[in-house]
């Protein structure tokens, strides 16, 4: 359930993970046990599902190839698509797979640690399943933002350091 | 011999403007200049850039080649959104036509609003703390300003009976600026009822400076326009720079009764001529599409808001709760310094700038002004300095 104090302190969190209790309360206004409360509750229920970081691996050299692959079903007596998207995600290639509106069913993001181990997923994995019809693979070039944040960086404002 | 004295020197400057004491601000500005990695809050303006869609609204307007002069009075478009945006926050019905301008800045819609208004000798009443621009806007037009001191047991509210023990046959005016620079401060409605009805019984016009309209916490804000009575004497200044983060583009407005815009426009025509054009369409953009951006950076501040006000009576710097704008005005009192050395050793011992109080009038004494429109990182920095600065001065004080 989902109460005004963790909705001020999720909000919070969404943006910076590693806030504390104390800096949440202090920030939101709440008093530290309720806000204590309010995460754990969170937590507990599955509304925050996970902390994790936000990571430019380009800068550190490492390797990794991704792809948005789109994936046309074919629709199946008494399997319906909850089924089908469950034989995908539960492969750890599969990043995020979403049900779509429109000319295909699923999208599935893949990453890899080269291109050939993604064509291998959607050739060997992907594309063998019988329900699965056809797959359109996108292979990802250049990521300018993740998750919100642009990769340069974002705008930097130039302000005087004492203004009336 | 050659006279090498500038002509400036042998046939004077304008009097007027000899008699405007250079800002407070500029000298603190200086000295900060020389030092390095300072965490300012000495600041008056956002810390966030112009919204994208508001930016993109602008170059489309300049791809467009919309590159030539508008109405004096701004924009058709503009104004129409503007008069129902007033509308619909405060049940404001202004004519876009005659009675509202497009400004450059709310700085020049106080300054058009005292030439248009003021003749030699007519006293304005200015409540201290007072945004800076007030006092020498009066003057410049001739006016004679006539401060009225608010205080923190007030919460800095502008209590009427001050004003009224201060008006004279020769009161023309009386200034308005809340939510307030530099206190924070936001006025209760009964007290500008009260207000209401003094400037009615002595027949005053107001001017009121509501740039920081949307920057209010927790409290309504009230449009001193919107009061019964007052519409036709109010001159209403308000803009985006704040709200929007769009300070540099140097855009703002002023509402009023057709016959003051009548004046004020004469003035705006051969001085300005018209506010920016791409700025007038990133305004209107704003105006249409901004709601949502505004009220994120809104909450952003409030958490600010909280922590500053927090941390710094935690400090042992009493600081009553600001309701608005982006700053908090505590007390330094307690540390036995005067606001100028306060703020100069706070710079040069611990690199944190803030703005003595008395840059804002003598009642600002005893008082700095801190602007959170930073980010929350610098605050508790900021923070972590002033009360190393605090307990060191305390300290040292107690041994004395
Ligand atoms: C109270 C007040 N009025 C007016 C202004 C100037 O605003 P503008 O950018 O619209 O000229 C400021 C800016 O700091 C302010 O704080």
Known sequence: MKTPIMKDVLKLLEKDSRLSAEKLAAMTGHPLAEVEKAVRRAETDRIILTYKTVINWEKVGREQVSALIEVKVVPQRAVGFDTVAQRIYRYPEARSVYLLSGTYDLLVQVTGRSIHDVATFVTEKLATLEFVQGTVTHFLLKRYKEDGEILDGQDELERLPVSP | ?400
């Open chain 2, 1 to 400: 011999m050659v006279d090498t004295t500038p002509p400036s020197r042998n046939r004077g400057l304008s009097q007027k403007v000899a008699q405007i004491p250079p800002s407070g601000i500029r000298k603190f500005f200086d000295l900060l200049s020389s030092i390095d990695d300072v965490i300012s809050l000495g600041v008056g303006e956002p810390d966030f850039v112009t919204p994208w869609h508001i930016r993109e609204a602008a170059i489309y307007s300049v791809e467009k080649g919309r590159t030539s002069y508008t109405s004096n009075y701004g924009l058709l478009d503009l104004r129409y959104e503007l008069a129902r945006h007033l509308e619909r926050r405060y049940g404001l019905d202004y004519d876009p036509q005659s009675e509202l301008l497009i400004t450059v800045g709310v700085s020049e819609a106080m300054d058009l609003a005292m030439r248009a208004i003021l003749n030699p000798g007519d006293e304005v009443i200015i409540p201290e703390p007072t945004y800076v621009s007030y006092v020498p806007c009066t003057v410049l037009a001739g006016g004679t300003p006539v401060p009225v001191p608010t205080n923190m047991a007030d919460n800095f509210q502008l209590a009427p009976a001050e004003l009224a023990a201060r008006i004279t046959p020769r009161t023309r005016a009386i200034v308005l600026g809340y939510p307030n620079n530099p206190t924070g401060a936001v006025m209760d409605r009964d007290k500008l009822v009260e207000i209401a009805r003094l400037a009615e019984a002595h027949d005053l016009l107001v001017i009121s400076d509501e740039i920081y309209d949307r920057l209010v916490y927790g409290v309504e804000h009230v449009c001193f326009a919107a009061l019964p009575g007052m519409r036709d004497r109010t001159i209403l200044a308000g803009g985006l720079s704040k709200a929007y983060a769009m300070t540099g583009w140097r855009i703002g407005y002023a509402a009023a009764h057709q016959d003051i815009m009548e004046a004020m426009v004469k003035v705006h025509q051969y001085t300005i001529m018209c506010a920016p054009t791409a700025a007038q369409y990133a305004a209107l953009e704003a105006l249409k599409e901004g709601e949502v951006a505004v009220l994120e950076m809104l909450e952003e501040y409030d958490r600010r808001r909280r922590v500053i006000v927090k941390g710094l009576n935690e400090i042992g710097l009493e600081c009553f709760e600001p309701r608005g704008a982006f700053y908090a005005f505590p007390s330094i009192r307690s540390t036995g310094l005067s606001s100028e050395e306060f703020a100069h050793r706070l710079l040069v011992e611990e690199k944190v700038a803030v703005v003595p109080g008395n840059a804002f009038g003598d009642c600002g004494e005893g008082h700095v002004r801190c602007c959170y429109a930073t980010s929350m990182e610098n605050i508790e920095r900021a923070l972590e300095r002033i009360g190393r600065f605090v307990g060191r001065v305390k300290g040292l004080g107690s041994r004395v």
